[in-house]
């Protein structure tokens, strides 16, 4: 484990993560930056809670349609599969 410092809203917390994800970390970290600052120029006159809950909220958004899309796929997959053993049985049967 590795310590590494972040900053969030503004904020450091000091973390111990693998060094394997410490690319990922620092990645997130600068998107919740980047949203923090877009809703910040979005709405003026809020507080930095409101900006973090705001980007929670987007991100638990965004995490909700990645898992509905991942479902999706899921299904087209397993129909393409059962497509492609009638395919097969059918060239079989010739």
Not at 6 to 17: F, S
Not at 42 to 63: C, I, N, R
Not at 67 to 79: D, F, I, K, Y
């Amino acid at each position: 484990m590795i310590p590494v410092n972040i900053v969030i809203a503004d904020r450091t917390y000091r973390l111990k993560i693998k060094p394997e994800d410490e690319e990922a970390v620092r990645g997130i970290t600068k998107l919740i930056n980047n949203k923090i600052l877009e809703f910040r120029n979005a709405f003026a006159g809020k507080d930095m809670q409101d900006y973090v809950s705001m980007v929670l909220l987007w991100f638990a958004t965004e995490q909700n349609k990645s898992g509905a899309q991942m479902a999706e796929l899921q299904h087209v997959s397993a129909n393409l599969k059962k497509l492609q053993e009638a395919i097969d049985r059918e060239l079989a049967g010739q």
